[in-house]
C-alpha cells in the first residue's frame, strides 16, 4: 500500500510539474502579433530591474509566484520593458525601451499597463503594489477594458467614441498621458463632445499644470496667492485637491483660534459629503487651542532651524 502511494506521488509531480514562470518576452512588436493570434491582452511591465526597490519586490513577491503565473497563463502576453542600470544590458534593447518609455509617457517605475493587442492602453497602476490578489483585481479591470475596446471596433461614430470613452474615464490619472492616442480618437469619432470627454481632459491638464506650478513655489506667501488664483479658476474636480492645500497652509499660517477655526471649514469643503472624512476632521479640530498651541510651536522651530 505505502508503495503504491509513493509511486503515485511521484507519477503526479511528474505529470503535472509546478506551473513554470511566466515567460516574459522583450520584444513588443512580437509579443502584439503573439496577443492578437492568440486572442489575449497585452501586460506591459516597464522596470528598472536593478536599481528600484519597488520593482525588485513587485518580481519577487509577485511576478515570480506560482500563483501569478497561473493568473496570466490564459490571459496576457507579458512583457518585460526593462531600463536598467546594467552597463552589459542591450544597448539596442535599451533604446526601445526608453523610447516606450516615451510613447507610454511612463513617469515612474513600476508602471503596470494592460493594453489590447494593438497597445491601446486598457488599465493597470503606477508603484509598488505586491498584494497579487490586489494586484490581478487591478488586472482584471484591465481585461475588461480590453474587451470593450474590441466590441468598440464593432461600432461607429459616437457610439463607437461612448464605448472608447467608457474605458478613458476608468483609467487611473497615472496612466492617462499613455492614452493620448486613445483620447484623440475620441475626439475625432465626436466631435461635438457629447460623450462630455473634453471637459474631463480640460481638468486633468489643469490639474497638471497647477502641480507643475506649485513645485515652483518657495515660500507660504506665494503659496497663498497661487492658490487664491488657482482656486478662482478650478473645475470641481479640482478643488478639493486645492482646498485641502489652503487649509493646510491656513493651519501653518494661524495666528488665532478664529484662523483654526476658518482653516476647519475650509477642509471640511474640501471632503463635501464623505462623512467618514468630516468626522475625523471634527476631532481634528476638537481643541482649536491646543491646536493653536502645537502650531505655533512648531512655526518657532522651524524659524529656530532656519536661524531666525
Same mark, same amino acid.
Given at each position: 500500500?505505502?508503495?503504491?502511494?509513493?509511486?503515485?506521488?511521484?507519477?503526479?509531480?511528474?505529470?503535472?510539474?509546478?506551473?513554470?514562470? @511566466?515567460?516574459?518576452?522583450?520584444?513588443?512588436?512580437?509579443?502584439?502579433?503573439?496577443?492578437?493570434?492568440?486572442?489575449?491582452?497585452?501586460?506591459?511591465? /516597464?522596470?528598472?530591474?536593478?536599481?528600484?526597490?519597488?520593482? !525588485?519586490? +513587485? #518580481?519577487?513577491? &509577485?511576478?515570480?509566484?506560482?500563483?501569478?503565473?497561473?493568473?496570466?497563463?490564459?490571459? /496576457?502576453?507579458?512583457?518585460? +520593458?526593462?531600463?536598467?542600470?546594467?552597463?552589459?544590458?542591450?544597448?539596442?534593447?535599451? %533604446? %526601445?525601451?526608453?523610447?516606450?518609455?516615451?510613447?507610454?509617457?511612463?513617469?515612474?517605475?513600476?508602471?503596470?499597463?494592460?493594453?489590447?493587442?494593438?497597445?491601446? &492602453?486598457?488599465?493597470? /497602476?503606477?508603484?509598488? +503594489?505586491?498584494?497579487?490578489?490586489? &494586484?490581478?483585481?487591478?488586472?482584471?479591470?484591465?481585461?475588461?477594458?480590453?474587451?470593450?475596446?474590441?466590441?468598440? *471596433?464593432?461600432?461607429?461614430?459616437?457610439?463607437? =467614441? *461612448? &464605448?472608447?470613452?467608457? @474605458?478613458?474615464?476608468?483609467?487611473?490619472?497615472?496612466? @492617462?498621458?499613455?492614452?493620448?492616442?486613445?483620447?484623440?480618437? +475620441?475626439?475625432?469619432?465626436?466631435?461635438?463632445?457629447?460623450?462630455?470627454?473634453?471637459?474631463?481632459?480640460?481638468?486633468?491638464?489643469?490639474?497638471?499644470?497647477?502641480?507643475?506650478?506649485?513645485?515652483? !513655489?518657495?515660500?507660504?506667501? *506665494?503659496?497663498?496667492?497661487?492658490?487664491?488664483?488657482?482656486?478662482?479658476?478650478?473645475?470641481?474636480?479640482? #478643488?478639493?485637491?486645492?482646498?485641502?492645500?489652503?487649509?493646510?497652509?491656513?493651519?501653518?499660517?494661524?495666528?488665532?483660534? =478664529?484662523? !483654526?477655526?476658518?482653516?476647519?471649514?475650509?477642509?471640511?469643503?474640501?471632503?463635501?459629503?464623505?462623512? =467618514?472624512?468630516?468626522?475625523?476632521?471634527? *476631532?481634528? /479640530?476638537?481643541?482649536?487651542?491646543?491646536?493653536?498651541? %502645537?502650531?505655533?510651536? #512648531?512655526?518657532?522651530?522651524?524659524?529656530?532651524?532656519?536661524?531666525?
Amino acid at each position: 500500500m505505502l508503495k503504491k502511494l509513493i509511486y503515485g506521488l511521484v507519477l503526479a509531480a511528474i505529470v503535472s510539474p509546478a506551473m513554470a514562470a @511566466v515567460d516574459w518576452m522583450t520584444d513588443l512588436e512580437a509579443a502584439k502579433s503573439k496577443a492578437a493570434a492568440e486572442n489575449k491582452a497585452l501586460l506591459l511591465d /516597464f522596470t528598472g530591474s536593478d536599481w528600484c526597490g519597488w520593482c !525588485i519586490r +513587485i #518580481r519577487r513577491e &509577485v511576478f515570480d509566484k506560482p500563483r501569478f503565473a497561473a493568473y496570466v497563463k490564459d490571459k /496576457f502576453i507579458p512583457v518585460e +520593458i526593462d531600463v536598467p542600470n546594467n552597463p552589459n544590458f542591450d544597448k539596442e534593447l535599451r %533604446r %526601445r525601451n526608453e523610447e516606450l518609455c516615451q510613447q507610454y509617457a511612463v513617469e515612474g517605475f513600476p508602471t503596470i499597463m494592460v493594453t489590447d493587442a494593438q497597445g491601446t &492602453v486598457a488599465g493597470g /497602476f503606477v508603484g509598488g +503594489i505586491v498584494d497579487p490578489a490586489a &494586484v490581478e483585481a487591478i488586472l482584471n479591470e484591465g481585461l475588461n477594458n480590453v474587451r470593450k475596446l474590441e466590441e468598440a *471596433q464593432k461600432l461607429s461614430g459616437v457610439q463607437k =467614441a *461612448q &464605448v472608447l470613452a467608457e @474605458v478613458y474615464k476608468s483609467l487611473p490619472e497615472d496612466l @492617462v498621458g499613455a492614452a493620448t492616442p486613445l483620447l484623440k480618437e +475620441i475626439k475625432a469619432l465626436d466631435p461635438q463632445d457629447t460623450v462630455g470627454l473634453n471637459k474631463l481632459a480640460q481638468a486633468r491638464e489643469q490639474k497638471e499644470n497647477f502641480l507643475r506650478g506649485l513645485a515652483e !513655489i518657495d515660500s507660504e506667501e *506665494q503659496l497663498s496667492t497661487y492658490l487664491e488664483k488657482a482656486l478662482a479658476e478650478a473645475f470641481p474636480e479640482n #478643488r478639493p485637491m486645492m482646498l485641502q492645500l489652503k487649509g493646510q497652509l491656513m493651519i501653518n499660517q494661524a495666528k488665532t483660534e =478664529a484662523d !483654526i477655526l476658518a482653516a476647519r471649514d475650509v477642509l471640511l469643503e474640501s471632503v463635501g459629503n464623505d462623512a =467618514a472624512m468630516r468626522t475625523k476632521l471634527e *476631532q481634528y /479640530f476638537s481643541n482649536p487651542a491646543e491646536l493653536l498651541k %502645537r502650531t505655533k510651536a #512648531r512655526r518657532n522651530d522651524r524659524r529656530n532651524n532656519s536661524g531666525k
